[in-house]
């Protein structure tokens, strides 16, 4: 796109290869939001024996299925799964997953979510970076509270934004509170 600085917002896995991005490109990140997302290995991926196996066996509709089928367990291990179904609703939430994964090719999905538990951290590298930075976090997304406090605290003059009746997706489950944190960021970099 020959884009010579931009405003970088990265979600979950995106916010990882985000801030990988402004730690090697400095000078071409204007401002920066990470939202739902760890500069370290994210554990809950680490082990996906049985589920790579079914992936490659049966494809990525199983998946779909398998995720639908075990919604109670998977809600009793991640409450936070439970709250965005409620908020989005079960027909919208569920569509949104089967679109995602089913166009995804298996062997790339299991290839994620192997380098997600086993990427090597950048936490204590983010010091370094110098860009606006808004760190951005569900207030129910358990999985990601911690490493967004971390991170908000190692980049220099950060803002640490936590958004109330959310997880995983504020951008989808508290859109009004989700913009007003992406709004205020970028009013704060015309002052």
């Known amino acids: 796109l ?32 990470l939202m739902d997302t ?3 290995a994210v554990p809950t991926f680490a082990d996906l024996t049985k589920l790579t196996e079914v992936i490659r066996a ?30 989005l609703g079960e027909q919208t939430y ?20 192997r380098e997600l538990s086993a990427q090597e951290g950048v936490l204590k590298q983010l010091s370094q970076l110098h860009s606006p930075t808004t760190v951005v976090v569900g207030e129910e997304d ?9 991170m908000a605290t190692i980049i220099p003059n950060a803002n640490l934004v936590t958004i109330n009746n ?8 508290n859109p009004q509170a989700w913009l007003a944190a992406i709004q ?7 002052k």
Request: proline share 5%; glycine share 6%.
């Open 94 to 113: 569920f569509a949104r997953i089967k679109t995602k994964l089913t166009q995804m090719d298996p062997a790339a999905f299991i290839g994620i979510a």
């Open 142 to 150: 358990t999985a990601f509270v911690k490493p967004s406090e971390a």
């Open 184 to 190: 205020e960021h970028l009013l704060c970099l015309s």
């Open 58 to 87: 049966k494809g990525m509709d199983l998946l779909v299925a398998n995720v639908q089928n075990n919604t109670a367990q998977q809600v009793s291990r991640a409450p936070s799964m439970g709250a965005c179904i409620q908020r």
């Open 2 to 33: 020959e884009l010579e600085q931009v405003h970088l917002l990265g979600h979950s896995m995106g916010g990882m290869v985000a801030m990988r991005f402004a730690l090697e490109h400095p000078m071409r990140v204007a401002s920066l939001i």
């Open 166 to 173: 959310a997880a995983h997706s504020p951008q989808l489950e």
């Open 38 to 40: 760890s500069a370290e």
